[in-house]
């Protein structure tokens, strides 16, 4: 399973877009990559899945480069409520085996 | 309407007790699994169940146990509770090829 690796912590103030990149290099040509999102005290919620190109949906949108080594999650116009931990994973797909990583802690500041 | 609700959310008990968590989920899928998130906040799976077999089993402790009576439902039973087993525990359920929906946690605590 591919492993990856993204920044501890990031921060950010209410209105800016946030990009948090997550580096895959061992991915393999079967595997997907999917983000989710933890806040304290709850279970991750998915955010966005892709495999190539661009996806974006009504809260984020992922940016996969051609060699599939790297992707990043952007999120546009935080607000406070998006402050928690983005955890970035990549696995042969959703079900099954989800390997979490120790994720991005991203603080919105006002 | 909760997707996959786990009871009870805390659970305090003490060293050498045996305890269960139950996990129901209402949204149809075959699939479900159990987690541990410990202090460190590191998920790890622990099981997971496809129309009612295990079909994940991680290198778990045997005092670990699931159980899943039906599709809907996925219980861990813990036997002889150490210190260690101290964590956030996660319920989630997916259908194939899907995301996963996760519960919002049981915290044990082992005094």
């Known amino acids: 399973l591919a492993k990856t690796t993204q920044p501890i912590s990031m921060d950010s103030y209410e209105g800016q877009e946030v990009n948090i990149t997550c580096s895959h290099n061992n991915i393999a040509t079967n595997d997907y990559i999917t983000w989710y999102q933890q806040f304290p005290s709850q279970g991750p919620r998915f955010i966005i899945q892709?495999?190539?190109t661009k996806v974006t949906n009504e809260v984020a949108s992922l940016f996969i480069p051609a060699d599939r080594k790297s992707s990043t999650l952007s999120l546009p116009r935080v607000s406070l409520s998006d402050t928690a931990v983005y955890y970035c994973?990549?696995?042969?797909?959703?079900?099954?085996?989800?390997?979490f990583g120790s994720g991005t802690r991203l603080l919105v500041r006002p | 309407d909760t997707a996959v609700s786990q009871t009870p959310k805390y659970l305090v008990t003490q060293m050498g007790n045996d305890k269960s968590i139950k996990c129901e989920q209402n949204l149809g899928h075959d699939t479900m699994y159990w987690y541990k998130q410990d202090s460190k906040k590191f998920l790890k799976i622990m099981f997971s169940?496809?129309?009612?077999?295990?079909?994940i089993n991680e290198t778990v402790p045997n005092r670990f146990s699931p159980k899943s009576p039906d599709k809907a439902h996925l219980n861990l039973h813990i036997n002889s509770l150490e210190l260690g087993d101290s964590a956030v525990y996660f319920c989630?359920?997916?259908?194939?090829?899907?995301?996963?929906?996760f519960g919002d946690g049981t915290r044990l605590s082992i005094l």
């Open positions: 989630a359920s997916s259908h194939a090829n899907q995301p996963q929906h």
């Open positions: 994973l990549v696995n042969r797909d959703s079900s099954y085996k989800l390997i």
């Open positions: 169940y496809n129309n009612k077999e295990l079909i």
């Open positions: 892709g495999y190539k």
